[in-house]
């Protein structure tokens, strides 16, 4: 018997200590929670884009449509800059000035549906890329019409004044795109 008393191994558990009362905690946010709110600038912003993108395809339409009177104005164009150059430089140079001119009119237009869409998901890069394509969009519209200034009024002169309203839109596009939401 004193060797079970000095053995470690041969001792009863001691009965597990009675727990303290647990007190009465409550815990409080610092702000009351608010319930997001679905802001219609989104959809507005993708309204106004998408009615970029049409008019870009209507004028791209019209260019298209009469694009001999659109190529000899552009050509017209190219041959005051440069009166040395060959009447085949001056035709390729307009026509890549066109082509140019469409594809990167895609490219933007592809650039400002995955802007949105970024928005959309908040991304923190999204305002800037939207940002980017908006100027981008006005530039790039703004020089078009410059390139076709000398191609024939055709279509109510849809080629003249086409390109501003395309301006403006994407414009708007952009500032409602950037503007805060609530």
């Given at each position: 018997m004193a060797d079970e008393q000095n053995d470690p191994t041969s001792r009863r558990p001691r009965p597990p200590r009675p727990q303290p009362p647990?007190?009465?905690v409550a815990v409080e946010p610092l702000r009351p929670r608010q319930e997001p709110t679905s802001s219609v600038l989104p959809k507005v912003a993708n309204a106004l884009w998408a009615l970029t993108a049409a008019?870009?395809?209507a004028l791209a339409a019209a260019a298209a449509l009469n694009w001999e009177p659109v190529l000899s104005g552009v050509e017209k164009?190219?041959?005051q800059q440069d009166s040395t150059a060959s009447a085949a430089d001056v035709r390729n140079t307009a026509s890549a000035t066109l082509l140019s001119s469409?594809?990167?009119a895609a490219v933007l237009v592809l650039l400002g549906f995955v802007a949105l869409n970024l928005l959309r998901n908040a991304a923190t890069s999204s305002k800037v890329l939207m940002g980017a394509v908006g100027i981008l969009t006005v530039g790039a519209s703004i020089t078009f019409s410059t390139f076709v200034s000398d191609a024939p009024a055709l279509l109510g002169g849809v080629l003249h004044w086409g390109p501003f309203v395309?301006?403006?839109t994407s414009a708007?596009?952009?500032l409602v795109?950037?503007?805060p939401r609530r």
């Open positions: 647990r007190p009465d008019l870009i395809l164009a190219v041959a469409g594809a990167a395309v301006a403006g708007a596009t952009t795109a950037l503007a």
